[in-house]
């Protein structure tokens, strides 16, 4: 079956250290994104990218990077500089970056700090 | 600012009882609306969307949603509510600012009573 696969499902951090959340798509989609939930605040932007080699920051991208080398994958960087980084992860992916285009999602990370 | 509200953070209604579940959004053009349905540590899927083409939408799982363009809304109705309806409920806007991006709302959690 076609859809997108996060890894891990919960991942943990330690203080000053880097971490790498992973999003693979089968669904040949062009568009990736990235969110952040947080309990009563909705999902906000981290990153998206539209094509292959090419990403656009969100609302919130500060402390975060993104890499998109294939078309199936948009692994999501956090790094020591996100000092809140406590959060659910989601990664979402549509066949375009068209407004009346739905995102599919995957099922997400926990993170958390130690 | 653009933005995306959903009134009530918790709702709570019996089996069988009529589920309304309300969005109202801030837009200059006309949007593209969506709602998406999230269940506890999974992703969100996508309910129903509505982009022009009739004003009453029908989505999944029984549920429907009516864009009002006088009253700025896009509520999300269920005549009978099922067990299986808990979870939390996303509104979603796009083409308010940049047709890449979804604008969420806050969310709304359905406690379904027996």
């Known amino acids: 079956d076609g859809g997108i696969t996060q890894s891990p499902k919960y991942l943990f951090r330690k203080e000053g250290q880097n971490v790498t959340l992973s999003c693979e798509q089968n669904?040949?989609?062009?568009?990736m994104y990235w969110y952040r939930q947080d309990p009563g605040q909705g999902l906000r932007l981290i990153y998206y990218?539209?094509?292959?080699?090419?990403?656009q920051k969100g609302d919130i991208a500060e402390g975060y990077s993104v890499s998109r080398e294939k078309k199936e994958s948009f692994p999501l960087t956090v790094t020591s500089a996100q000092k809140n980084p406590t959060a659910f992860y989601l990664c979402?992916?549509?066949?375009?970056?068209?407004?009346?285009?739905?995102?599919?999602f995957g099922d997400g990370t926990r993170l958390s700090i130690l | 600012a653009q933005s995306v509200t959903q009134l009530g953070s918790h709702v709570s209604v019996s089996e069988g009882a009529l589920v309304l579940l309300r969005c109202n959004y801030s837009s200059s053009v006309p949007p593209y609306l969506f709602w998406y349905v999230q269940y506890p540590n999974q992703g969100l899927q996508l309910l129903l969307k509505?982009?022009?083409?009739?004003?009453l939408v029908k989505g999944i799982n029984g549920f429907e949603a009516e864009f009002k363009k006088s009253e700025t809304s896009f509520h999300l109705t269920k005549p009978s509510a099922h067990m299986s309806d808990a979870a939390e409920y996303f509104c979603a806007v796009s083409g308010l600012q940049g047709a890449q991006k979804l604008v969420f709302g806050q969310g709304t959690r359905l406690t379904i009573n027996p």
């Open positions: 979402a992916s549509s066949p375009s970056t068209g407004p009346n285009q739905p995102q599919h």
């Open positions: 990218s539209q094509i292959v080699n090419d990403f």
């Open positions: 669904l040949n989609h062009d568009a």
């Open positions: 509505y982009t022009s083409a009739a004003t």
